[in-house]
């Protein structure tokens, strides 16, 4: 009775110094509504009119609407901007449910070194399919190495091969991609010497692309890696982001001061270095991680011979128990196995547990065995438990760190995948804004809107602004909670009532519209 008193009485204070529009017809009206526009600013209440996909006013509107949103108790903001997805195959799964019900608009693709070889095709096939959150991509340093030097190789290119990749990143760039990623942990991406990197970024800067990437080490030596990411972005001229910041093995952790100290100092020099960060303590990768890359290099066939010969097998071995003892661990139970399609029934056990089900030992021995027996049979996605929640939350509070997933499209109910996909920007609503208090709510809504549209050149989105593109999220602060878990995690967020994309509800009361609006976002180099 209070709360709703005291509601009163802010809407009443509020209409005398937000000046009426005049009265005029809208598509949308979203009523009555807490408004919170993206820039970090104080939330306050308004309503918001749309028309021809675009924000029309935010004020006291008098006009009416052919769809009337009553949004009171409610806090509206711009959509979620995730910067960092592997949504490449949005075109296959159009509607992009995980995404939406998460409150996301706009997804980036292209990471981690990872994306389409041809991004004019890409774009066309999305443009044809329809789908229903906005799309932008980076083009892959990895994958377009493994296209010029026809596979993931352990030497530098031959000058051919540099021109060719050149080639094929311009014409990315061309093509209206929004920069380059890089993956320096994967296959061929941690082959590349930084001199490479820096020759190949170089063509990205008249283009006005921007560099993201998954550093070359994220534990003990992730000042080198820093300093990588820096000696790139200086040389080629162009900004540059650290993906899914985070410190990821037992003896790097608590290292999180030093770590944004040398981001701070990187800007005080004058590069622009941001990061983004998604709010788990696990990652998600390939459980070929866990495998030495020395005996992965040139690809299956080759794996498969080194591991068939008995004395470089051995090597290997040796090589992965080093591993674990540098990074202070008995064994492999950090290791989850998410999707691993030659033997699904090992979904959601951890490397031990599966080695026990499959060769009756849980023997570090037999879990190695497991893990080059899962890479001989096409290897498989895993969830792994290292990074230290302290840290995060001290990542989190730096306030150039934006919120992105790092998840694909899920498919519901499919394997045992990391419930970021799920619940990312909700589980930040819920637990680190309403419930630890790590951040202001305003705080964390600039970090999944105006923060990555500014980074990634967005200009007409990412903040509640007339003019802007109505892509918008309704949802209920007090209520918001994400559902997905490590061990049952296809479950949607509750308490996000509306999505909007481009001025079209995709979610309607928590549940999908069908509709498939969303926009390719090409790249504009030049200012307009
Ligand atoms: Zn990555």
Redesign the pocket.
């Known amino acids: 009775m209070l709360a709703k008193l005291k509601r009163g009485l802010v809407l009443a204070a509020f209409a005398w110094v937000v000046a009426p529009v005049p009265t005029q017809t809208f598509d949308t009206i979203v009523r009555h509504g807490r408004i919170i526009d993206g820039t970090g600013n104080p939330a306050y209440f308004a309503d918001l009119a749309i028309a021809n996909g675009r924000i029309a006013a935010i004020g006291k509107i008098m006009g009416k609407a052919k769809v009337e949103i009553d949004a009171a108790g409610q806090v509206v903001a711009p959509g979620f901007i995730d910067v960092h997805t592997h949504a490449d195959d949005v075109a296959k799964f159009p509607l992009a449910e995980n995404f939406i019900q998460m409150g996301v608009t706009t997804i980036i693709a292209g990471?981690?070194g990872s994306s389409a070889k041809n991004i004019a095709e890409l774009f066309s096939e999305i443009e044809h399919v329809h789908v229903s959150p906005n799309f932008a991509t980076l083009i892959g340093q990895g994958t377009v190495r493994a296209e010029a030097m026809g596979g993931s190789f352990d030497r530098p290119p031959t000058a051919r091969e540099m021109t060719a990749m050149k080639g094929t990143v311009e014409q990315g760039m061309k093509d209206g991609a929004v920069g380059m990623s890089t993956?320096l942990i994967y296959l061929p991406g941690t082959f590349t010497k930084t001199d490479e990197i820096v020759e190949l970024t170089k063509v990205l800067a008249p283009y006005n692309g921007i560099y993201t990437s998954?550093m070359r080490d994220e534990g003990a030596k992730i000042l080198d890696s820093l300093n990588e990411v820096f000696r790139i972005a200086r040389e080629a001229g162009v900004r540059a982001e650290v993906?899914?910041i985070k410190l990821s093995s037992n003896d790097a952790w608590g290292r999180t001061a030093e770590v944004l100290a040398a981001i701070e100092h990187a800007r005080a020099e004058g590069l622009e270095i941001t990061q983004d960060e998604y709010a788990y303590t696990a990652s998600s990768?390939g459980i070929s991680q866990l495998i030495p890359d020395s005996a992965r290099e040139g690809g299956r066939q080759k794996f498969l011979a080194r591991v068939g010969n008995a004395e470089t097998k051995a090597g290997i071995v040796a090589e992965m128990r080093a591993s674990l003892e540098h990074h202070q661990r008995k064994d492999f139970a950090y290791a989850v196995i998410a999707e691993y399609k030659h033997d699904p029934a090992l979904d959601g056990m951890n490397i031990p547990a599966a080695a026990k089900a499959r060769r009756g030992s849980e023997s570090v021995a037999d879990q190695i065995e497991l893990i080059l027996d899962i890479e001989s049979h096409g290897g498989a996605q895993g969830v792994f438990h290292g990074i230290n929640e302290d840290d995060l939350q001290v990542f989190m509070r730096h306030p150039n760190t934006m919120i992105a997933c790092?998840s694909g499209v899920r498919e519901f109910g499919k394997g045992v995948p990391h419930p970021r996909g799920y619940g990312n920007n909700a589980r930040v609503l819920a637990r680190y804004v309403r419930e630890l208090g790590v951040l202001r709510l305003e705080d964390a809504i600039r970090r999944m809107t105006s923060l990555p549209a500014q980074t990634f050149h967005f200009k007409d989105r990412g903040q509640l602004r007339a003019g802007d593109w109505a892509d918008v999220v309704i949802f209920d602060p007090a209520t918001i909670q994400d559902h997905a878990t490590y061990e049952d995690p296809h479950h949607y967020p509750t308490g996000i009532q509306y999505v909007l994309v481009n001025g079209v509800v995709v979610l309607k009361d928590g549940k999908h519209t069908g509709a498939t609006p969303g926009m390719v976002l090409r790249n504009q180099p030049v200012a307009n």
């Open positions: 990471n981690c993956g998954h993906s899914h990768t790092d």
